[in-house]
């Protein structure tokens, strides 16, 4: 048996080493002096008191805005501006209010400006760090791999999350405590593999039809070959080749058993950062413009992590071969057929699961006394039901507008009983029509409950959470030393009283203004999402008002206002969410043009799911690789 330190300490050192290692407008032609007629006036009497010098208002220094449209680089910056001042949340509420007709024609100016990005120009797909596999990502390749459902990632330390997913390249880490996990789980993997004679054939399915020493060892050769090829998701190289039957070799010559022999080799194998990591090569240092198309192999694992956070299968690495992956139209057929099998469920878990915040429903607890119909079975039933929402959005290609507006969801007894809907029973779930005014995932008791404290509803959390989730709108940080609402010493009558209270606070209003508005048209909910119509002694007040004056009352006319008002940035929101853990790295602004594009072909597919999808696997981002630039 070979001496299977020396092989760990070769490849902890390989290892080491490379680790080391808004509203879319037609461009119009703009003045030369246009900014500095519409923009800079506006900013002169409204925001540049505040927003100026080095010591400006949340670092945000609009003054050398004054003599150029220059704004491109700035795109999000911009994007904000409009957003607020639109929104009445700029300027503060102690400060002097610009007119109606001026923030119009300032929406405009800037609108102008920004819309005039020429995306047929150059083109900055991105760079996407080297990125190991991530725990979903790694027990679902061994399972594809091997067949074995072993589940090892659970022994292995949390990864980080960046941009709101743990497959973010930047941030995930390798401590060294992960290297010793690999290792010993890379050994787990080459017994159960080898002392089953079952999945043996199944993974190394070549067998020597006599007992020729040159036949044995070709054969060896072929079935290791195959093996490798499938884990690093590529060819091999000769060199590579040559060092797995150095292995072999040196087991052979240690006078080890077969077994041993295809153990060592697969734990080797299975330990080589070239299956830990999804390994993607730079463009030459000569290219011109440091930019390349992906190839087949990369292209098939991006899109197969994406949509399966696995491996490719056998189809994927055939038209990889072929050189057809690296067609658009194939990849568009690709999407649908990755979309329909089963393995696409990891997109529920683990881009909805990390998007919606499922995961954390784990760990609410409601308090007992307050709450005591709350148990862990509801808890489990209010997650499924918003994965089973997923699911099914994925398996019949709905529209991505579902999530807003729908008027169906899914029960089981215990869920249907907490909703009050009749006529459900037993442990299966069921597709229901939704009643007292539930509408999309807003109203799902797994997202109320996320969206509430412990001991009651939070519109102040809930309005958040739609903002940032849903709409991209996120409201500035809170103003230091503003309490809790809990600790205002004022603070009387109901929670729509205590919250107007609180917005009194001038500091408060700007942003609490929108966040409360959408918060309150949930209030019909309580913190574990079941309907009611009192809170306590006081009726609930569902109502409320947008900016822009459109008034609402109840969930289902707020879910009504989102879908008419709000549906582009809805859409814009969704598909820079799944920009990001598509291609594990955060958006730049070049990537805007990608997103536009994705919003559009929504548009013209009747929002269709799978559209979305296929914009984004079909875009520049995705199917191109850039050199890193030099600081």
Known sequence: MMNMRAVSIRIGFLLSLLCLAGADLAAQEVEPTHFAKRVAPFLAQHCTDCHSGEDAEGGVALDRYVDSANIQQDYELWEKIIRLVKEHQMPPADMPQPSAEEVMALGAAIEVELSSFDCSSEKHPGR?????????????????????????????????????????????????????????????????VIDNPTVRARVFPHRAESDSIEEKVEVARRNVGEFARRAYRRPLRPDEEERLFE?????????????????????????????????????????????????????????????????????????????????????????????????????????????????????????????????????????????LFVETMIREDRSVLDFLNADYTFVNERLARHYGIPSVSGDEFQRVALTDGRRGVLTHASILMLTSNPTRTSPVKRGKWILENMLAEPPPPPPANVPELEEGAETLGSLREQMEQHRAN??????????????????????????????????????????????????SDLMQILLAEKKQAFCKCLAGKMMTFALGRGLTSYDRCAIKEAVTALAENDYRFSALVTSIVTSDPFMLREARREE
């Open 128 to 192: 996407v760090t080297i990125r190991r596999l991530n725990k979903s990502e790694y027990d679902n390749t061994i399972r594809d791999l091997t067949g074995l459902e072993l589940n090892l990632a659970d022994d292995f330390p949390s990864d980080d999350v960046g941009n709101g997913f743990d497959n973010i390249g930047d941030v995930l880490s390798i401590p060294p405590i992960l290297l010793e996990k690999y290792l010993g789980a890379a050994e787990q993997v080459a017994e159960a």
């Open 247 to 387: 292995v072999m070799r040196f087991a052979w010559e240690q006078d080890g058993s077969e077994d041993e022999i295809f153990k060592t080799v697969t734990a080797a194998i299975l330990s080589s950062p070239h299956f830990l990591f999804r390994v993607e090569q730079d463009p030459p240092a000569d290219d011109e413009d440091g930019i390349r198309p992906l190839n087949g192999y990369e292209l098939a694992s991006r899109l197969s992590y994406f949509l399966w956070s696995s491996m490719p299968d056998e189809r994927l690495f055939a038209l990889a071969e072929s050189g057809e992956l690296t067609r658009r139209e194939v990849l568009a057929s690709e999407v649908r057929r990755m979309l329909a099998d089963r393995k696409s469920r990891a997109l529920v878990d683990n881009f909805a699961g990390q998007w919606l915040q499922l995961r954390d429903v784990s760990r609410l607890m409601p308090d007992p006394e307050l709450f005591p119909g709350f148990d862990g079975e509801l808890r489990t039933a209010m997650r499924r039901e918003t994965e």
């Open 506 to 555: 001038p500091t408060c209003a700007s942003c609490h203004r929108t966040m409360d508005a959408l918060g309150f048209g949930l209030e019909n909910f309580d913190a574990i999402g079941a309907y009611r119509e009192r809170d306590g002694r006081f009726e609930i007040d569902a109502s409320g008002e947008l900016p822009g004056g459109r008034q609402f009352d109840g969930a």
